[in-house]
């Protein structure tokens, strides 16, 4: 066992760190004034249909509606999460639902940016074991679970199961055709099932009570779903303590810490109900020092925020986020090895696999993602650092496709893309830059000024003229440029005065006509 887990609760928010022999791999942050809204089922209304991009808006009572694409509709011919059928046909999405009309959705993806949520009619609803997925009679099992024995016997304990619930239907439903002579006994709308990975080498009964339990959860969001008018939510999923027991509790972690008495306590009615073999494992952390200082975590996180990612070696990764997709340039820096550039190339791809695959959890990065490897020209080095990145990212609880190295030496990846990226989180968009990661230089501020000054003037009379810019600005204005001040006064026949703003930024200033 190596993983262990902190968890830091305030008010405000909730952290959860996930360490590998002491290093961090995942921070999630949930914040109270902005939960997530994953694996939440709403009731809606259809607002648009869009033919043309085969989508519609859902008004599910959020700010921004949500987007339903044709492919997210269940029909008859649709499979499993997860399992793709290439000759499948989407039908067109407005012969599938009508505007007016109220349809149950789930959030699949967050609203990102400008976006609103990504929603799906397939509804799905987790347990520690099962995903229960409604109205849809199919049985699937983790692909984690390789072992063809533990995968047979799980099999048979949903097929034993499923038969003891069709029995006792059907004879509650012979009972009932006694006194109602169209009752068909015989038919049984039966649901789909998904074993998940901590299921493997569980007990039978277990797994069985996990299966009643999403039944009952079920017959509440209809319940509710009948009795509520749309929009409004049906089903809300786990806050991110009881998401981070269900799903990320697995037999390597060691221990869990948590800061909060109250949250320690709700995590052990928990486990004694769900995972009781776990609940020794589970400690409340009253240490002097906060949490997430353990293993220097907090200024982990901090670092994670930065462009430039250093590596052991000497060299370094840059990894740049945008709407559209992610880059990562790796690059050798200082290193330059101890035999030849082909191995201290190699050397360094190598590592930088390592890093990249622990990058991509730690910030959460999703979508397309674009690394830029230094050119390899050894095709056994290329096979190597594909290998050690595809290996590296096993453990990661995204799902990961990746491409061969190209002859540019880039390797293209999808990362499922759900939550927002720590970035996301913890950062807005900067209001000097715009977003740019660069401002104009106080010399280019100075000579808009300069031309801006011109055009006041042939548009407008005025005896003097004042200047309101930043600091950095006012300054190279009556220092560098005082001769192409002085040059400007004379050329428009006016004075110009110079005053600091400080709130200015640098690519901020007003001319002022007086």
Known sequence: MSEEILINVTPQETRVAVLDNGIL??????????????????????????PGMQAAFINIGLERTGFLH??????????????????????????????????????????????????TTRLSIPSRYIVFIPDFPSIGISQRIDNEAERERLRDVILDYLSKIEKQAVDNANNIALHDASHDPHILQKDGLIIRTAAAHVLDDNICKDIAFLRKVWESITLRAKKSSSPCIVYEDLPLVMRTM????????????????????????????FIPEFIARIEHYTGNRPILDLYAVENEIQRSLNRRVPLKSGGYLIIDQTEAMTTIDVNTGTFVGHRNQAETIFKTNLEAAHTI?????????????????????????KRQVLRTLEKNTEKDHGKITLSEITSLGL?????????????????????????????????????????????????FDANKLLVVASQRVVDMLLDDESTSVAELETFIGRPINFQVEALYTQEQYDIVLL
């Open 70 to 119: 044709a492919s997210d509709i269940v029909t008859n011919n649709s499979k499993l999460p997860g399992i793709k059928n290439e000759n499948e046909q989407v039908q067109p999405i407005e012969t599938l639902i009508r505007e007016g009309e109220e349809i149950l959705v789930q959030v699949i993806k967050d609203p990102i940016g400008s976006k609103g949520a990504r929603l």
């Open 357 to 381: 695959a622990r990058q991509l959890r730690l910030r959460n990065l999703g979508g397309i993602i674009i690394i830029d490897f230094i050119d390899m020209q050894d095709s056994e080095h």
């Open 411 to 459: 390797v293209q990846l999808t990362r499922k893309r759900t939550r927002e990226s720590l970035e996301q989180i913890l950062c807005e968009t900067c209001p000097t830059c715009d977003g740019r990661a660069s401002i104009k230089t106080a010399d280019t501020i100075c000579y808009e000024i300069f031309r801006e000054i011109l055009r006041e003037v042939k548009q």
């Open 246 to 273: 269900r799903d990320l509790i697995h037999s390597e972690v060691a221990t869990v810490r948590i800061d909060s008495k109250a949250t320690y306590q709700r995590v052990m009615e928990f486990c004694k109900r």
């Open 25 to 50: 791999q995942e921070i999630h942050i949930e914040r109270t004034q902005k939960s997530g809204l994953i694996g939440n089922i709403f009731k809606g209304q259809v607002s648009r249909v869009l």
